[in-house]
């Protein structure tokens, strides 16, 4: 078992940014591929970025590709969403993720965090 637990949200207005972190426990971090995804209102939950075990090889949606970085400290069994530029359309629940491979269907996603709110105000 692995437990996720998301900081860091908060209302932040366009062009703003906001620094995201989940801090696991459980199981050894540096073994799972960690994430975020998040889920707007009416929307259905979508894939934001990924970083593999090495914390070099990233993964990003084309919506947040070049302003968002993802990066993860195994020594501190913590992974960060750095979120630069955000426009209104980055409101939605973001969710920390753990799973054993690199996926972007949240149906094969192994460990959720709770989710914590961002909120981009125009």
């Known amino acids: 078992q692995v437990q996720l637990v998301e900081s860091g949200g908060g209302l932040v207005q366009a062009g703003g940014s906001l620094r995201l972190s989940c801090a696991a426990s459980?199981?050894?971090?540096?073994?799972?591929?960690m994430g975020w995804f998040r889920q707007a209102p009416g929307k259905e939950r979508e894939f934001v970025a990924a970083?593999?075990?090495?914390?070099?090889?990233?993964y990003y949606a084309d919506s947040v590709k070049g302003r968002f970085i993802i990066s993860r400290d195994n020594a501190e069994n913590t992974v960060y969403l750095q979120m630069n530029s955000l426009k209104p359309e980055d409101t939605a629940v973001y969710y920390c993720t753990a799973d054993q491979i690199h996926t972007r269907s949240p149906q094969a996603i192994d460990y959720w965090g709770k989710g914590i709110l961002v909120s981009v105000s125009s």
């Open positions: 970083i593999r075990r090495d914390a070099v090889s990233t």
């Open positions: 459980g199981r050894t971090f540096s073994y799972y591929v």
